[in-house]
């Protein structure tokens, strides 16, 4: 068992969540420079100033989705593509936006090799989500959030779940769970205290 698996299983209890934290190995998505740490329960750093999250917010952003039974997921923020790895091994279908070239074009090739046909990229905007192919079920935010992402919410389908750290470096971060109770009513409920890369506004 790595580091991490032994941190984490007695604070998740999905053991979907915890298999699959199990069958993809992390070294895979680490920086070469940061091998040595790739089974610490810690965020990394990785290319373009961005981290690989720690695993255990991993599992407990992954464990908060599954409880809604998502089929198809969006995420935001594809970085390494370790998250979108996890999802991929417990949902059908991943979506992924990525705004670093270099990261999407590492992640792409990353999870290829790894045999990944149920993972989509796509280099662009996380704000103006992926029209194309909403509404998802869940929808995952791997970065810090200033203000609520509405534009998202609105690809959410009804019954669906938003996991979002809201907030800034300075003032704090939540992680939050937004469930779609219908086209105009969400419940929001606070998960626990993060520190999340900037969620960033490209204009
Ligand atoms: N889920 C990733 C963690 C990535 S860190 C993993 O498992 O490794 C957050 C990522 O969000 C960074 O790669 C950052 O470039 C990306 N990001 C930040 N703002 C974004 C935006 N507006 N659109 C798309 N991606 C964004």
Not at 137 to 147: L, M, R, S, V
Request: glycine fraction near 6%.
């Amino acid at each position: 068992m790595t580091d991490f698996l032994k941190e984490i299983a007695d604070k998740i209890s999905n053991q979907h969540v915890l298999d699959a934290m199990k069958r993809i190995d992390r070294h895979a998505f680490v920086p070469e420079l940061m091998q040595n740490f790739a089974t610490r329960d810690t965020a990394l750093p990785i290319e373009c100033e961005q981290t690989i999250s720690q695993p255990y917010i991993v599992a407990l952003m992954s464990e908060a989705l599954l409880a809604h039974h998502p089929h198809k997921i969006l995420e935001i923020g594809t970085g390494s593509g370790y998250q979108a790895a996890i999802l991929a091994c417990l949902v059908d279908e991943v979506y992924s936006i990525e705004r670093h070239e270099l990261l999407h074009t590492q992640a792409k090739k990353r999870l290829q090799q790894l045999g990944f046909s149920n993972i989509h990229l796509k280099l662009g905007d996380g704000w103006q989500g992926w029209q194309e192919n909403a509404p998802y079920d869940g929808i995952i935010i791997t970065a810090a959030a200033p203000e609520m992402p509405t534009d998202l919410l609105a690809q959410l389908a009804v019954n669906g779940v938003m996991i979002v750290p809201l907030g800034t470096d300075k003032g704090g971060q939540k992680l939050k769970k937004i469930v779609k109770k219908s086209e105009t009513d969400y419940s929001e409920e606070d998960l626990l205290d993060v520190r999340f890369v900037p969620f960033v506004r490209d204009n």
